[in-house]
């Protein structure tokens, strides 16, 4: 059983890869010049959600993993290169 600490380390853990994974895909927008608008209607994802993401406040689903890598150009596991999921013990 995990104890309340280490369910706090894997909670940190797990919001900084959404941090990371948010400043990639704003560094991938900009780098594509699209603006978070352009990025959401590509993506048929609402701008808010988009600026959520970038910001690190929200995590994903498969749904809309594909689709920001649609509108990127890229494949779904090119985004997640680098990101780092937290082990349970």
């Known amino acids: 059983m995990c104890s309340l ?11 900084k890869q959404l941090q990371l ?12 010049k699209l603006t978070q608008e ?7 994802i609402d701008i808010r959600t988009i600026q959520r993401i970038e910001r690190g406040d929200f995590g994903i689903g498969l ?9 990127l150009g890229m494949q779904p596991s090119e985004l997640l290169t680098g990101i780092k ?3 349970y013990q």
């Open 5 to 15: 600490f280490h369910l706090r380390g894997v909670e940190k853990a797990y919001l």
């Open 21 to 32: 994974f948010g400043s990639e895909i704003k560094r991938l927008r900009i780098s594509k």
């Open 38 to 44: 352009g990025l959401a209607d590509r993506c048929d």
């Open 63 to 71: 749904h809309n993993l594909f689709a920001l890598s649609s509108a």
């Open 85 to 87: 999921i937290p082990k």
